[in-house]
């Protein structure tokens, strides 16, 4: 199992700071990474290599100015945009690439949902090809309803678009902070066990860093471990009190 962190990669000494804690990755922004000079990307390369920095993830797939779904949605640009961001992810050695995206891939009003789908569909699918050409895997995410999103808003819906597109490097990030806004049920996360590529975990409430264990993450977490899940696991909070980072992986390994 490899615990890792989201984070800000404008601050490298930060970074270090928090690998020094025991952190096996950092998932970063990609349509972030997408916009910034040679210079700070060029940094970020040798960060890895001097300082042993690991950029396993990325989140933030689509900015909003690129559709995925929706009348604006241009296949032709899904792929310029992809091809251009994923050869910076692959320079950074991102391992799985997530697909939120919720700007991108909010139906408007009205709109047909079943032409959503296959617009979306689509769209992760070039993901998954130009990814599948770096050894990538692709993780739609399911989006809840409690910030705004009206489109694959539970696990089982990610499920279905990745059944749909039907590659194996396409599946899900499981997220508790909306698996739980959505109030899914602990029996669903059986049927997943073979789509799920990544785990978001914070404390459900709040989406605190999990710095302690109540309850509800742990009947999550045993989820986890009863279907052998052992890949990646990303804390998907922010804070400003770096003893949040140390009590979090303490508590994520007492929970693995």
């Known amino acids: 199992m490899n615990f890792g962190v989201c984070a800000d990669f404008g601050n490298v000494e930060n970074l270090v700071k928090i690998k020094e804690v025991g952190f096996d990755f950092f998932e970063l922004n990609l ?29 933030c797939f689509f900015p909003a100015n690129v559709k995925i779904t929706g009348s604006d949605m241009n296949e032709t640009s899904v792929r310029e945009y992809t091809e251009k961001v994923l050869a910076v992810a692959n320079e950074l050695g991102v391992k799985v690439c997530v697909i939120g995206s919720q700007g991108a891939r909010n139906l ?6 079943q032409k959503g789908i296959e617009e979306f569909v689509r769209a992760v699918k070039i993901a998954g090809e130009v990814a599948a050409k770096y050894g990538m895997d692709i993780a739609v995410e399911h989006l809840s309803t409690f910030e705004g999103s009206n489109f694959i808003t539970t696990s089982t819906e990610a499920v279905n678009i990745a059944k749909l597109v039907d590659m194996d490097n396409v599946g899900i990030v499981l997220d508790i902070f909306h698996f739980h806004n959505e109030k899914e049920d602990f029996s669903v996360i059986k049927t997943l066990k073979n789509h799920i590529k990544h785990v978001h975990l914070v404390q459900p409430i709040g989406r605190g860093f999990p710095t302690g264990i109540d309850e509800y993450l742990q009947s999550f977490c045993n989820c ?5 899940y052992d890949k990646m696991i990303s804390v998907e909070s922010w804070t400003e009190n770096f003893e949040d980072y140390k009590k979090a992986l303490t508590c994520m390994r007492e929970l693995f």
């Open 108 to 113: 408007l009003d009205g709109y047909d949902y």
């Open 224 to 228: 986890l471990n009863e279907i052998n």
């Open 31 to 59: 349509s972030d990474l997408g916009n910034q000079d040679r210079a700070i990307l060029d940094n970020l390369v040798e960060a890895k290599k001097t300082n042993g920095l690991n950029f396993k993830a990325v989140n």
